[in-house]
């Protein structure tokens, strides 16, 4: 009997008969069989399938709740107080709501992701097909976190259908678990936010390897080109067409038409948010140029709009406001909405034809249409914007206020403070207003890079000053000068790249990888993060990029008038800037992880996740930071990065995350971990001290990344580098040593070289370690011995012995 | 003598439970009873032109102990006084452990003082500390910080000076 395989059949005695064979059940473990892959012990896990692994974690880093809402309002029970973890009348209490509060934060980001990836796998198995083969580069492990979770090794798009089957089936379980009288215990619900996170590095990655795979975007490629970003890079005496969201299936039909009918330099396509990452990543993988700009995050988004420059606003889904048909409508601009995410109450048109849809936004019988058809999407959007444009310019649209208005509005504010008080960061609007009286309008300028461009100003003032409107025309000459260069995502970290900088990693002499993401909340403005990186980059740390942060770091220039794009190579080597690319592309960080467990470690990786979460818990140097962190795909982006064991600050706004996971330096039996050759107990450094944490400002956050870097498998040489950049990022941004940098110390050549003289003395002296003076050695003290050939684990049957 | 418990208006709510409005005199006699207190400086006192330092160091005087939370340390080096740096919200993870032993080892706090914090920062630090500990919280901030156990209403720059001198004078 000859076996079954997937694919389409015809059978020759049967006319017009044409069999479709999907799924065949057993087929992933068949083949990797056949291919000699050893398929781990949980392959597509359930919610309980990594349960364990997930308290160990917790029983070291333990939830910290800290409620937005005391009470609970799910079910008519309610609504019940739950203030000083109480019950409700469902008999949940706080701490179990506020773990469910967060697993839905989660999933819902999760979801969207998920859901991105399979709208864009859809349609682009429709357009390339189900046997259309995944190319991401250079690579044989192409979907780690696929792989590790699901034990699935993709190799075509049609084989990441079954694994978004997976993760939709998994998010539903999790969604059911919301449900009153479900789960009960708070730690259970933690386990399932990890299991969420997990799921949703999954669903990323699916949708960056189908786009990766079809659309020409870069593949592995430290050489991707440079991108104009910032809202000065705009002409607007060309047509303009914008386009604001995170998926990109229905925008290449918009660069196609654009492309084909020879329009590039006759019109300006510039995108907010990540689908302005992957417009620049369209077609660009043979050396071509990108054909858009990227205007920035979804901070600018409002303050495009109402610039009026936009001639047609194009969206798909994510991060886009609310009231973008609204603020359109006030300034003539058509919406189109492309996607069934965001459809605004439009018509939907996608059976008209292009021209009759043309015709009534331009004579603005509709303020928008829905179009899901992408062919007559391609034609309409960029037609409409070079039609008008010539309308709107004849209607002479004022969109911001002229100065005399600026100051004529200042008079107006009765400094009653309710902007301030409402302003998501406390903004000093009213001394701007009292300036502003004066024609002093550099107060409300200060202002424009801190403003995260809300409009909540505009909705508490009760005497209707457009405070927002103020501050954008205070600030048209900086405006004007926001121009700026992002390297395009350049996807995924490849194989060899792995196997050349993987010992560096895991031993420590490159002192760790710090990932930028996430979104535009930032607590003091966007410069904060190119600081953060030009200082981590100098020191050598692996800094990568994605998504708004990987927008806003390109916005800055230094003395020599280059971004830190143009200063730093993009390799995966240390003092390297990458970026990934989008949203979705932050798999390829977790991904990035996986690869060194599996390649340069060897480990098993293919439904073995708890094996390669443990690898990379004691040995990759890696921390998170979503400095202006606000959504909840940041929030489920995180999560899966906690599951894999790497830690992840976000900025102040990210406490109302409302739970973070935080370690107990001074408890000693949470810092041990099992050595696998032998099953022994040994002490480790209480690095990363916590999982999910916040700081206050960029100078707390430095000298944090380089201590949570610190790993126990740091050889001396890397010990010693990762404590020289802790003790001197303290000293440079905190002012003082830090405190328990001994702690750290196993042995005098874990000392920073230069200062190690000195500091045997404060070790002696103030410590109470034993110092032999003769040969700079020390005697005793250290809470941990140096071993470079212990096997750090947290998972007892990796043991030797074990099974 | 300033009266800081006029504007209690909010913007957001977080529950039912919601801060005792008081008065500087009142805020620096219970801080003066308490048998363990701390004071907890975050890096909106480095603004402007660090006025709000000065107060800072002339509580720490008084003999309250400081977590330096931010960079906020950098402004209290050298200064003569107890002062210690550590994460805000590692802070209010361990205020909650009755088994940690403080900045000091000297055992738990039982009341804890704040000033100089971003306001949605500290009202979600202090969000922890109302639903899950029974600390008491005090918060000598210029905005109304609902989640503390007594506050300072909304005040002008000018007046939340006055008040905190009125703080100092009755410690």
């Known amino acids: ?803 | 003598m300033v009266d800081t418990t006029k504007n209690t208006q909010i913007y957001t709510t977080w529950g039912r439970n919601v801060a005792k409005p008081v008065n500087p005199n009142v805020a620096g006699k219970i801080i003066s009873k308490a048998k363990r207190p701390l004071l907890v400086v975050g890096s909106e006192i480095l603004n402007g032109d660090h006025l709000l330092v000065e107060k800072t160091i002339a509580i720490a005087k008084k003999g309250i102990p400081v977590a330096a939370t931010g960079h906020s340390i950098t402004a209290l080096i050298d200064k003569d006084i107890e002062a210690k740096y550590i994460n805000v919200h590692s802070l209010g993870h361990f205020l909650g452990d009755k088994k940690w032993g403080g900045l000091d080892g000297q055992g738990p706090y039982d009341t804890i003082l704040f000033l100089g914090h971003k306001k949605y920062y500290l009202d979600q630090v202090l969000s922890g500390l109302k639903n899950f500990t029974d600390l008491k919280t005090v918060a000598i901030e210029r905005h109304f910080i609902q989640n503390a156990t007594l506050s300072f209403g909304n005040l002008k720059q000018e007046v939340h000076l006055e008040a905190l001198d009125e703080f100092i004078e009755n410690l």
Not at chain 1, 75 to 80: A, D, E, H, L
Not at chain 1, 588 to 593: K, L, M, N, R
Request: glycine residues 8%.
């Open chain 1, 1 to 803: 009997m000859s076996d079954i395989e997937t694919g389409l059949f015809s059978i020759d005695e049967l006319e017009n008969v044409q069999i479709t064979i999907g799924k065949i059940v057993g087929a992933i473990e068949k083949k990797a069989k056949e291919e000699g892959v050893e398929v781990g012990p949980t392959p597509k896990p359930g919610i309980s399938g990594l349960r364990d692994w997930d308290f160990t974690l917790l029983s070291r880093y333990q939830p910290v709740y800290t409620p937005v809402c005391d009470q609970c309002c799910y079910c008519t029970f309610g609504k019940c107080d739950l203030g000083g973890n109480k019950e409700g009348a469902c008999g949940i209490n706080m701490e179990a709501h506020q773990a469910r509060e967060t697993l839905l934060r989660v999933i819902t980001g999760a979801a969207a992701h998920a859901g991105h990836g399979r709208h864009i796998l859809h349609h682009l198995i429709g357009l390339y097909g189900k046997d259309k083969p995944i190319d991401v580069g250079p690579s044989n492990l192409v979907a780690p976190n696929t792989q590790a979770v699901t034990g699935i090794k993709p190799e075509t798009l049609g084989d990441l259908e079954e694994v978004m089957d997976y993760v939709e089936e998994q998010l539903t379980q999790l969604l059911a678990t919301i449900h009153a009288g479900q789960e009960g215990a708070a730690i259970d619900f933690e386990s399932k936010i990890l299991h969420g996170g997990m799921l949703d590095h999954v669903g990323m990655e699916v949708s960056d390897l189908a786009q990766i795979s079809c659309l020409g975007m870069p593949k592995s490629d430290p050489e991707a080109p440079l991108v104009e970003i910032g809202m000065g890079c705009i002409d607007s005496s060309k047509p303009v067409l914008l386009v604001i969201g995170h998926n990109v299936a229905g925008v290449t039909n918009i660069m196609d038409y654009i492309h084909e009918h020879d329009l590039g330099d006759k019109m300006e396509l510039a995108g907010l948010c990540c689908t302005a990452i992957d417009m620049t990543r369209y077609q660009t993988d043979q050396g071509q140029l990108p054909q858009a700009k990227v205007i920035g995050t979804l901070a600018k988004e409002l303050k495009m709009i109402r610039s009026g420059v936009p001639d047609v606003i194009v969206v798909d889904e994510q991060c886009v406001r609310a009231d973008v048909l609204d603020e359109a409508k006030k300034l003539s601009i058509p919406v189109i909405t492309t996607n069934e995410k965001i459809m605004y109450g439009l018509r939907n048109r996608s059976k008209d034809s292009a021209a009759d849809i043309i015709e009534d936004l331009s004579s603005f019988k509709e303020p928008g249409a829905l179009i899901l058809d992408f062919d007559v999407l391609g034609e309409v959007a960029p037609e409409l914007a070079i039609k008008m444009s010539k309308i709107r310019d004849e209607m002479g649209i004022n969109a911001l206020p002229s100065e005399e208005e600026l100051q004529e509005l200042s008079e107006k504010c009765v400094q009653c403070g309710a902007c301030e008080m409402d302003c998501p960061t406390n903004l000093p609007i009213m001394a701007a207003m009292k300036a502003g009286i004066d024609k002093d309008f550099s107060k409300f300028e200060n202002l424009h890079d801190k403003c995260i461009a809300c409009g909540r100003c505009d909705q508490a003032c009760p005497k209707d000053i457009p405070v927002l409107n103020m501050i954008e025309k205070a600030s048209q000459k900086l405006i004007r000068e926001e121009k700026g260069l992002m390297r395009a995502g350049r996807g995924q970290i490849s194989d060899p790249e792995i196997r050349e900088e993987g010992v560096n990693l895991v031993l420590g002499t490159t002192p760790g990888i710090i990932a930028m993401v996430g979104c535009s909340n930032y607590p003091n403005g966007t410069k904060d993060l190119y600081l953060v990186a030009d200082e981590m980059l100098k020191r050598n740390y692996i800094v990568v990029m994605s998504g708004c942060s990987a927008m806003d770091l390109g916005m800055y220039k230094n003395e020599d008038g280059e971004t830190l794009y143009e200063k730093y190579p993009a390799k995966f080597l240390a003092g390297n800037l990458i970026n990934v690319g989008s949203c979705v592309s932050n798999s390829h960080i977790t991904g990035t992880a996986i690869k060194v467990a599996a390649i340069f470690a060897q480990r098993q990786v293919s439904g073995n996740y708890e094996e390669i979460a443990d690898y990379i818990t004691n040995r990759i140097g890696a921390v998170g930071v979503a400095w202006g962190a606000y959504s909840q795909k940041a929030a489920s982006i995180a999560s899966g990065c906690n599951r894999l064991g790497i830690p992840v600050v976000v900025g102040p706004h990210g406490s109302k995350y409302r739970r973070a996971l935080i370690g107990k330096p001074y408890q000693k039996e949470d810092w041990k971990v099992y050595d696998a050759r032998d099953g022994s107990e040994m002490p480790i450094p209480a690095s990363p001290e916590f999982l999910l944490t916040t700081a206050e400002s960029i100078e707390e956050l430095l000298p944090m990344l380089a201590k949570n870097c610190i790993r126990p498998s740091d050889n001396n040489m890397g010990r010693m580098i990762k404590l020289t950049h802790y003790m001197e990022l303290s000293q440079k941004y905190l002012g003082h040593m830090p405190e328990d940098w001994y702690k750290f110390v196993r042995m005098e050549t874990d000392l920073p070289l230069a200062k190690r003289e000195e500091l045997l003395k404060i070790l002696e002296k103030d410590h109470g370690w034993e110092i032999d003076w003769k040969r700079k050695k020390i005697l005793s003290g250290p809470a941990m011995k140096s071993d470079v050939s212990a096997q750090p684990t947290n998972v007892k049957r990796l043991c030797k012995g074990e099974c």
